[in-house]
């Protein structure tokens, strides 16, 4: 990959990229099948992504006609990562050996080892047979949403495809390495003001936030919306309180400590709770809610705002969501798209149907809404989130630090480009937007 690594950096055109060789194997960060039991009996806390994930060569696949080469230049962490590492909830090989019955070409998936990451940025180098809209030598962000488009039931809204899965986790060939194999229908211009590492970081919980805020399948807040948003200097919620404020919401922010809520109000945000300070205690034990508790927080957020919240951006799972459903107002709404501390859900279903409460599940975003999402970073609306940048052999740490949530927004990792701040191509914009918006989460 040297080669086509010192070909971008050089700035070579589309028909000089494409004349180099792809080698036979690349580097990558992977899971091995052999590792599956590796934490087993362990706490979850206790399983260590350093232990796991791997930095080495892997063969190259061959490219299936409706996909494209892309050379990684920067790659993120997700949360999927720390997932895929400690073997939780499941070992992603199975969903991987099930893709593998769907077609020849799925074939290639089901490998002892898998190549993860769901996020990157880089530069197309080579396009199958069947790709029509994209060529070697384009700048591009790359969206997790893996689908078959042959599918009658990928159409409409393709998360709702019966062969939807999260590329780099449900799917081999994922973005931390220095090569990734993408179906075309995955790419998305690279937003040009931005370096490498910054956008590399957004487009998979930029775009879960868009379809669970904005989109008409999730939320669709509205102006003067109150959004209650846990974890909101995390992955997903850094970019939520991002669109809450830029559509006239009023946000309501949960984090931790002092630091993440100086960023906070560093973004304009008003209302925030330290969630450590106030010392919620939504369980009495493992099995017996408090909810006096709920009702402090609720009263809390009152204080702050005056009312309850109409949306509440769920995402916690078992700790905080009875808390989530009991505080959103009077018809209000809960998106979930997650449960890191928990997947067994409880809540008191007499607030909720009393209260003509909605649930709304939510899960990454379809093309159109990861395209719109993209599209709101690209005009500088919307500002990565990026806190540290780790080189790809430093994945299995950086995975450590978001498992233990030592982080704020996203890490980025550095794959082929050599050093950070490299690839931006429209200083002007750049200029325009700010350092300011685009460092706040820097360390
Ligand atoms: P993240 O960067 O770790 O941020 C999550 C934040 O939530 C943490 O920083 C923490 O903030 C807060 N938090 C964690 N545990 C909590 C608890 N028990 N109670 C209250 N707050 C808690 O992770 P992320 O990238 O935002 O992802 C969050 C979850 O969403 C993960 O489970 C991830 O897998 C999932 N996810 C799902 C999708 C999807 O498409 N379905 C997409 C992206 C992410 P404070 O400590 O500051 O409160």
Redesign the pocket.
């Known amino acids: 990959m040297d080669k086509i690594r010192d070909a971008i950096l050089a700035g070579a055109d589309s028909a000089a990229l494409a004349a180099l060789p792809v080698p036979e194997s690349y580097r990558a960060a992977f899971v091995r099948a052999e590792d599956t039991a590796m934490f087993e009996g362990m706490a979850s806390d206790a399983k260590d992504p350093r232990q796991s994930i791997h930095i080495g060569d892997v063969p190259t696949p061959e490219l299936a006609p409706d996909e494209v080469y892309v050379a990684v230049m920067a790659s993120s962490i997700?949360?999927?990562t720390v997932?895929s590492s400690i073997f939780e909830p499941v070992s992603t090989f199975g969903p991987m050996k099930r893709l593998a019955r769907e077609s020849e070409w799925a074939k290639r998936h089901d490998q002892p080892y898998q190549v993860i990451g769901s996020d990157a940025s880089g530069v197309v180098v080579k396009v199958g047979s069947a790709v029509r809209l994209w060529k070697p030598g384009d700048h591009v962000t790359v969206h997790c949403n893996h689908v078959d488009d042959q599918d009658n039931t990928a159409h409409d809204d393709s998360m709702l495809a019966a062969n939807q899965r999260?590329w780099g986790y449900e799917t081999n060939f994922g973005g931390l390495a220095d090569l990734s194999v993408v179906k075309a229908n995955q790419l998305m211009p690279k937003p040009a003001h931005l370096t490498w590492e910054e956008a590399a970081v957004n487009a998979?919980?930029n775009s879960?936030s868009y379809r669970m805020l904005v989109s008409q399948n999730g939320a669709a807040m509205k102006q003067g919306d109150v959004v209650l948003i846990?974890?909101?200097?995390?992955?997903?919620?850094a970019y939520a309180t991002q669109y809450v404020l830029n559509g006239g919401g009023i946000p309501v922010c949960?984090?931790?400590?002092a630091e993440?809520a100086k960023i906070l109000r560093d973004m304009g945000v008003e209302a925030i709770i330290d969630?450590k300070e106030a010392g919620y205690k939504f369980w009495k034990d493992e099995h017996t809610h408090d909810e006096s508790e709920w009702r402090r927080l609720g009263s809390d957020i009152r204080d702050l705002v005056g009312e309850d919240p109409d949306i509440v951006f769920e995402?916690?799972?078992r700790?905080?969501f009875a808390a989530s459903m009991y505080v959103a107002k009077r018809g209000g709404t809960v998106v979930t798209?997650?449960?890191?501390?928990g997947f067994m859900m409880e809540f008191d279903n007499r607030h909720f149907w009393m209260r003509l409460k909605r649930l709304v599940g939510?899960?990454?975003a379809n093309y159109q809404e990861a395209w719109q999402a993209n599209r709101l970073i690209a005009k500088g609306m919307i500002h990565p989130v990026i806190s540290q940048t780790f080189a790809l052999d430093q994945t299995g740490e950086a995975a450590f630090q978001?498992h233990h949530?030592m982080?704020e927004?996203?890490l980025g990792v550095l794959c082929l480009a050599p050093e950070e701040g490299l690839g931006v191509t429209d200083p002007e914009l750049r200029a325009k937007v700010g350092e300011a918006n685009l460092t706040r989460f820097r360390r």
Do not use: D, M, Q, Y
């Open positions: 997700n949360f999927n997932w999260i998979l919980c879960t846990w974890g909101a200097t995390g992955g997903i919620g949960v984090v931790s400590n993440k969630r995402h916690p799972g700790s905080t798209c997650a449960a890191t501390s939510s899960h990454f978001i949530n982080h927004g996203k």
